[in-house]
């Protein structure tokens, strides 16, 4: 290629093609990009959208360590990397919480702080420890191919708080009480045979 003027455009393709796409989380496992797979962005526009998940996509993604100044109120307020308005101040205006124009917002953001979000986070991992191995699997497979959505939980949520499962359990009975606390105390043979081996 010579350096003539207006001569520097590339004739064909890239020499090598990667196979597989890059992911973030192959060899890194570090809660810090647990946490940047996990952000929850809203309040922005499309095309800031893409820009943050290309970050996070491709590792470039820095969260802030102390919350950032708002351009508008002044206050210290964005707990969000890249924003350049706090949540309230965009909801208020109708701009978008990173360039501040007034676009189409994409999804609206959450008001739940940090430990609130951790929190459900957390409660959430308890209840999916609690589900049969199958359902927890098929949970996940459902969850993998996006196939989850809001009317669907909900629906399974309600079979869940249904009266028939209490019911059921109230149907099974392990005896009497004398016999539990017997077992309780030690008092049974057979049983102290058992704890005894």
Known sequence: MS????????????????????????????????????????????RCKDIIDWKIKYKKYKPLTVPKKCTKCLEKK???????ICIQCAKE?????KCGEKTEIVEEAELMSAAEQMSNEAQFEAELKLLPERK????FRLQQQGKLTKELLEEAKGLADDDEFFNDLDDFSIGDDDDCRKLDEGEDSDVSDLYEK
């Open 3 to 46: 350096s003539q003027k207006g001569n520097v455009r590339k004739t064909g393709s890239q020499k090598y093609q990667n196979k597989q796409a890059f992911k973030n989380s192959l060899h890194d496992t570090t809660p810090r990009v647990k946490l940047m797979n996990n952000v929850k962005l809203g309040g922005v526009c499309k």
């Open 78 to 84: 964005i707990k969000q990397a890249y924003y350049t």
């Open 93 to 97: 205006k109708n701009v978008c919480a």
């Open 136 to 139: 927890r699997r098929t949970f």
